[in-house]
């Protein structure tokens, strides 16, 4: 499906937003690009990157006469914004937004979003420990899923079209609704943030020496959870308070496995130690045959790009026991 949209508005210009501004203009998937941002240093940095067209600290005057609109702010913005957007909307336009929580931004978003709009939570499930207009890059979702949410009542020809606009980018798309993905989202990406800040803050915590010595010797696993920990703090500020339900279930469930991992070391319970590695290789092994990692090695150093499909595709998920 060929896509093109006259007008693409982005409200927040960061890592992410950056990127679909780049990916989009090189995939001529876009006439014109408007920011809006809420502080003049982004705003210039943006102007100074040529990343869009337009430049405003007005959201509502970004969106006008805009057929894409995506929000591209914390989450924690995203209702202010909502009010303040909402009535420049223009009719037939598709809304969309890049948070890594859906069922929130439905609740937050859904009552100012008017008639003959078509609103479509999405998440590209893609990013680095950076942040800011410099940080992006045109290859960021390539081979990567964003997954979309559309909510009732929305067309499925700008379904369709919101897929399109994401595959051309480069990205795998799936969609599901938005309690399932805040469900899914939660074991896959905010516990694991939640524990590698937790690590990281525990070296924080420690003597000076000792701390100087973890430093010095970290090895690979140590390092991969300081990156995850220098991730945007504001933007993972918001996503814990606005998912707080799913990620309080998911780590009760990683706080029995690791009790069960305690006594097991207590009691040198080495069968049940060797069970439990046995079965979570597996899963290492399933990221890699999805094609969402590679198997070079990588000793703190960076290895190739994990391979790009060469047909990117969408597939639809009800929700379920089988995601």
């Not at 990157?49 to 702010?73: K, S």
């Not at 130690?273 to 990221?287: D, V």
Request: charged share 20%.
């Amino acid at each position: 499906m060929s896509v093109h949209f006259k007008k693409l508005a982005l409200i927040g210009i960061g890592l992410i937003g950056s990127s679909i501004a780049l990916a989009a203009r090189r995939q001529g998937l876009v006439e014109v690009i408007s920011i809006a941002t809420r502080r003049q240093e982004t705003l210039d940095e943006a102007r100074e990157l040529g990343l869009g067209d337009i430049y405003t600290l007005d959201a509502a005057e970004a969106v006008r006469g805009a057929d894409l609109v995506i929000l591209c702010a914390p989450v924690g913005a995203y209702a202010a914004l909502a009010e303040a957007i909402g009535p420049h909307l223009e009719p037939g336009a598709i809304l969309s937004d890049v948070g890594s929580v859906k069922e929130h931004v439905v609740r937050v978003v859904g009552p100012h979003v008017p008639r003959g709009v078509s609103f479509i939570p999405g998440h590209p499930i893609a990013g680095t420990e950076h942040s800011g207009p410099s940080a992006g890059f045109a290859e960021l979702f390539a081979g990567r899923w964003c997954v979309l949410t559309p909510t009732q009542g929305v067309p499925q020809a700008d379904t369709d079209k919101l897929v399109s606009f994401w595959q051309a980018m480069g990205s795998m798309v799936e969609c599901m609704d938005a309690a399932h993905h805040d469900m899914v989202l939660a074991i896959t990406s905010h516990i694991p943030h939640l524990v590698a800040y937790n690590i990281v803050g525990t070296v924080a915590d420690l003597e000076a020496a000792t701390q100087s010595e973890v430093i010095k010797f970290s090895a690979s696993g140590f390092r991969d959870f300081t990156r995850i920990a220098a991730s945007d703090p504001v933007m993972w500020r918001d996503v814990f308070l606005t998912n707080k339900d799913a990620v309080l279930e998911m780590l009760g469930r990683f706080s029995e496995d690791l009790s069960v991992l305690q006594r097991a070391v207590r009691n040198g319970d080495g069968a049940a130690l060797e069970t439990m590695f046995t079965r979570t290789r597996a899963i290492r092994r399933s990221i890699i045959d999805a094609g969402q990692e590679t198997a070079a090695p990588d000793f703190g150093r960076p290895h190739e790009t994990p391979p790009t499909p060469d047909v990117p595709f969408v597939r639809e998920h009800g929700g379920g026991d089988d995601a």
